[in-house]
């Protein structure tokens, strides 16, 4: 680390909570479990994991969203993606969905499997005023075109989305600023989105756009951060700073970093639609009672 160089330290610790979503999805939701812990510009996420059938089986019948996006990263299991547009994916183990719902969509995510385990998170990031209503737009990324970076220390980063300089070498996810502004991944928000294993008492320092809002979730093992003990299954927010230092605890960790450019914009939210003001809400639900919010 350079002198100039700002480490960020662990400033707040979310526990996860159970609830459930769709048709009785069992999830542990961490960042939005209130609207007071949101973190601009993310919204929500949640994170689903199990091995018995009853609590995924009934998965997200048809449904819309307004406003923002959603990046479904599956680790483990298979569901299928059906949308008003006429897409069909299949997310599959290791695969990640990115789907802006802008003016409107519709879409269905059922599980193709009737039995072993599903395990993976939801993330919703929200879009700026200028881009809440640009056409809808949806991509699969297979496993296979999930950059996954080695580390000297054992542990690996498979890059999801944004940048990743790690020594001296310059890495970028499928969802980057050169992927362009008209599809899916809105580069308002800039994000970066990984994967980070590490084996046992193993540390890793990794750099984070100064100026971006980052946390950080441990879903397997447990981890210090920037100094700071972070427990399993609990979101944890970074201060501001360029870089930050995560350790593994007595067992091997699997953590996810999130980072994104805040939008400092006011979030008005209604279930699946996020926008601006109450009134872009109401215009939001006339939209959908009327069939014009796909129009």
């Known amino acids: 680390m350079n002198s100039m160089e700002q480490a960020r330290k662990l400033q707040q610790v979310i526990p996860s909570v159970q609830t459930s979503d769709g048709a009785g999805v069992k999830l542990r939701r961490s960042i939005g479990s209130s609207q ?31 406003g923002f996006e959603t990046v479904t990263y599956m680790i483990d299991g298979h569901m299928r993606h059906e949308d008003h547009l006429g897409n069909v994916g299949e997310l599959k183990s290791g695969g990640v969905q990115w789907m802006t719902a802008g003016h409107g969509v519709i879409h269905s995510e059922m599980p193709q499997q009737e039995s072993g385990r599903m395990r993976g998170f939801q993330l919703w990031v929200n879009l700026p005023a200028r881009e809440k209503m640009k056409p809808a737009a949806y991509r699969d990324i297979p496993a296979d075109d999930l950059p996954v970076i080695a580390l000297g220390n054992g542990g690996s980063v498979k890059l999801i989305a944004g940048r990743l300089r790690i020594d001296g070498q310059q890495h970028s996810g499928p969802i980057n600023p050169d992927s362009g502004n008209n599809g899916p991944g809105s580069m308002a928000t800039d994000p970066l989105f990984l994967d980070l294993s ?98």
């Open 36 to 66: 007071q812990l949101r973190l601009d510009p993310f919204l929500m996420l949640d994170e689903f994991g199990t091995d018995n059938p009853d609590d995924y089986i009934a998965g997200f019948p048809p449904h819309p969203h307004r």
């Open 198 to 295: 590490l084996p046992a008492a193993e540390r890793q320092r990794l750099l984070v756009p100064g100026g971006h809002n980052a946390f950080v979730y441990a879903y397997e093992g447990s981890a210090v951060v920037g100094g700071e003990p972070l427990p399993q299954q609990a979101a944890g927010v970074l201060s501001e700073g360029d870089s930050v230092i995560i350790q593994a605890g007595s067992e091997p960790l699997r953590l996810v970093l999130i980072a994104g450019r805040p939008l400092q914009e006011p979030v008005v939210q209604y279930g699946p639609f996020v926008m601006n003001t109450r009134e872009e809400i109401e215009q939001a639900l006339e939209d959908y009672r009327l069939g014009r919010l796909t129009a």
